[in-house]
Nanobody
Framework: QVQLVESGGGLVQAGGSLRLSCAPS????????MGWFRQAPGKEREFVAG????????YYADSVKGRFTISRDDAKNTVYLQMNSLKPEDTAVYYC???????????????????WGQGTQVTVSS
């Protein structure tokens, strides 16, 4: 069983930056696609960014493209989400997710991810 632990959330002013980290415990995630999702109050969970198992492909939601960057460091068994130019509408609980397999493309469908973290709160004040 893979357990994912997110960290790095917090309160930041609009225009600021945060870096989220996700560190799976129990095993390496080298052969997993990794994704970040978020859920704002009263809204459905949505895809934010994803990175293929090799790190060769990334994909972003239009709402964060150009502001967020996903990356992975397999040596540290950690995936990151660098968030810049944060906006109040980025406020949400952010979740890390892992999908088994070596598919080259990034998967954006929530139902295709196998493991989820508990989430970390990101609050952007105006």
């Amino acid at each position: 069983q893979v357990q994912l632990v997110e960290s790095g959330g917090g309160l930041v002013q609009a225009g600021g930056s945060l870096r989220l980290s996700c560190a799976p415990s129990g095993r390496t995630f080298r052969r997993y696609t990794m994704g970040w999702f978020r859920q704002a109050p009263g809204k459905e969970r949505e895809f934010v960014a994803g990175i293929s198992w090799s790190g060769g492909n990334t994909y972003y939601a239009d709402s964060v493209k150009g502001r967020f960057t996903i990356s992975r460091d397999d040596a540290k068994n950690t995936v990151y989400l660098q968030m810049n130019s944060l906006k109040p509408e980025d406020t949400a609980v952010y979740y890390c997710a892992a999908r088994r397999g070596t598919l080259a493309a990034v998967v954006t469908n929530i139902s295709e991810y196998d493991y989820w973290g508990q989430g970390t709160q990101v609050t952007v004040s105006s």
